[in-house]
């Protein structure tokens, strides 16, 4: 069982940066591929949730939504079982709660990582508002 809890979520005006931490209960961190996801105010959990991003399980390869690339980076810490989602020139449309997620897929590539069905564990979420 793997046990993920996000923090450094917060009320940032827009053209800020925020950097939020998933950080595992589990030794074995660097076994799993992190992803991140969002869910804007109004959805329900488990529908609309917006891939983010992921990395790969020794933080050699990233992905991004066409969203977010340019602005936000994730990396990790596999000796700190933590991996970073580093957010700058924040926008109102980011608004959303944060979830990360870990998963064991056997490829990273778009397919599988953009699917919450990859992801056997998922954080509680953080809540990041972007004012404008």
């Known amino acids: 069982q793997v046990r993920l809890v996000e923090s450094g979520g917060g009320l940032v005006q827009a053209g800020d940066s925020l950097r939020l931490s998933c950080t595992a209960s589990?030794?074995?961190?660097?076994?799993?591929?992190v992803g991140w996801f969002r869910q804007a105010p109004g959805k329900e959990r488990g529908k609309e949730r917006e891939?983010?991003?992921?990395?790969?399980?020794?933080?050699?390869?990233?992905y991004y939504s066409d969203s977010v690339k340019g602005r936000f980076t994730i990396s990790r810490d596999n000796a700190k079982n933590t991996v970073y989602l580093q957010m700058n020139s924040l926008k109102p449309e980011d608004t959303a709660v944060y979830y990360c997620?870990?998963?064991?897929?056997?490829?990273?590539?778009?397919?599988?990582?953009?699917?919450?069905?990859?992801?056997?564990?998922w954080g509680q979420g953080t809540q990041v508002t972007v004012s404008s």
């Open positions: 997620a870990a998963g064991d897929p056997s490829r990273f590539v778009h397919t599988v990582l953009v699917s919450t069905g990859t992801y056997n564990y």
């Open positions: 589990v030794r074995t961190f660097s076994n799993y591929v």
């Open positions: 891939f983010v991003g992921a990395i790969s399980r020794n933080g050699g390869s990233t």
